[in-house]
T-cell receptor, first 114, second 111 residues
Framework: GAGVSQSPRYKVAKRGQDVALRCDPI?????LFWYQQALGQGPEFLTY????????KSGLPSDRFFAERPEGSVSTLKIQRTQQEDSAVYLC????????????FGQGTRLTVV | GENVEQHPSTLSVQEGDSAVIKCTYS??????FPWYKQELGKRPQLIID?????GEKKDQRIAVTLNKTAKHFSLHITETQPEDSAVYFC??????????FGAGTTVTVRA
């Protein structure tokens, strides 16, 4: 595709509900990142994949957050038993290499927990 | 971990004037410093980046300077235009792949 695609664009979840957010990175990009962006703040690192391997999950706020990229392309971020503090924009980004270089971001999924 | 501070949080400039945004970082091992522009409701997009082996980089109306000794870097936009209105984020690398972002600067260019 032309860029990083995320779905859904908007998600409203009731507190306690599980949600799954999808990211389609640019084809052939080795690295994939998930970030959480609270209102009025910069993106905060959640997790990093190199191909299918999750090399860093140090930013995941709790064990309710889980991410996977089983075939090294599409990735899913799952949040179990959502809470109000999970409300944020979840951004996915991909880069062609595994080292610091331009990250291409998706438009994000805005999650609102009510 | 890396802590990136960004100032100012908001900036209003007259069209044609210059805009300057400053960031400081804490990790002396950081070696990659990108700047992203995010328009309302849109994805962040890279506008310029700099690596630690250079002190300045320019791309048309945009320039970035880096002072590794003082651990700060700045974005300069000259001859601002209304389409420059957006939120700008600086970032500093942590290790080989992770980025720590500043809180953002909302730039408004007044016509």
């Amino acid at each position: 595709g032309a860029g990083v695609s995320q779905s859904p664009r908007y998600k409203v979840a009731k507190r306690g509900q599980d949600v799954a957010l999808r990211c389609d990175p640019i084809s052939g990009h080795v690295s994939l990142f998930w970030y959480q962006q609270a209102l009025g703040q910069g993106p905060e690192f959640l997790t990093y994949f190199q191909n299918e391997a999750q090399l860093d999950k140090s930013g995941l706020p709790s064990d309710r957050f889980f991410a996977e990229r089983p075939e090294g392309s599409v990735s899913t971020l799952k949040i179990q038993r959502t809470q109000q503090e999970d409300s944020a924009v979840y951004l996915c980004a991909s880069t062609p290499l595994g080292v610091n270089t331009e990250a291409f971001f998706g438009q994000g999924t805005r999650l609102t927990v009510v | 971990g890396e802590n990136v501070e960004q100032h100012p949080s908001t900036l209003s400039v007259q069209e044609g004037d210059s805009a300057v945004i400053k960031c400081t970082y804490s990790d002396s091992a950081s070696n990659y410093f990108p700047w992203y522009k995010q328009e309302l409701g849109k994805r962040p997009q890279l506008i310029i980046d700099i690596r630690s082996n250079v002190g300045e980089k320019k791309d048309q109306r945009i320039a970035v300077t880096l002072n590794k000794t003082a651990k700060h870097f700045s974005l300069h936009i000259t001859e601002t235009q209304p389409e420059d209105s957006a939120v700008y984020f600086c970032a500093a690398s942590i290790g080989d792949y992770k980025l720590s972002f500043g809180a953002g600067t909302t730039v408004t260019v007044r016509a």
